[in-house]
């Protein structure tokens, strides 16, 4: 079993950063991510990282203001998100799972991001 637990939402205005975190527990996975979702939106897939070979993948809408890395010993994720937009609001998900496949995602419950204007 696994259990993911995220910190580090808040409200910020567009332009500003944070950064999220997810600490995990149980078995440990060497493939995490974030995803977000926004109110009336599918759930999307944000950033992924092997802790393996520390390769990751960024959606368009994110490459070069968002970064993820894993820390193996501690068994984290972050998101650091900078210049942030409007529409990067939504509720930003932890996720755990293999890297060869993804038939079976552990997921945090989630941590609310806010950008205003």
């Known amino acids: 079993e696994v259990q993911l637990v995220e910190s580090g939402g808040g409200s910020v205005q567009a332009g500003g950063s944070l950064r999220l975190s997810c600490k995990s527990s149980g078995y440990r996975y060497r493939c995490m991510g974030w995803f977000r979702q926004a109110q009336g939106k599918d759930r999307e897939e944000v950033a992924t990282?092997?802790?393996?070979?520390?390769?990751?993948t960024y959606a368009d809408s994110v490459k070069g203001r968002f970064s993820i890395s894993k820390d193996n010993r501690q068994n984290t994720v972050a998101l650091q998100m900078n210049s942030l937009k409007i529409e990067d609001t939504a509720m930003y998900y932890c996720a755990a799972f293999l890297c060869s496949n993804r038939d079976k995602i552990y997921w945090g419950h989630g941590t609310q991001v806010t950008v205003s204007s």
């Open positions: 990282v092997d802790g393996g070979y520390g390769s990751t």
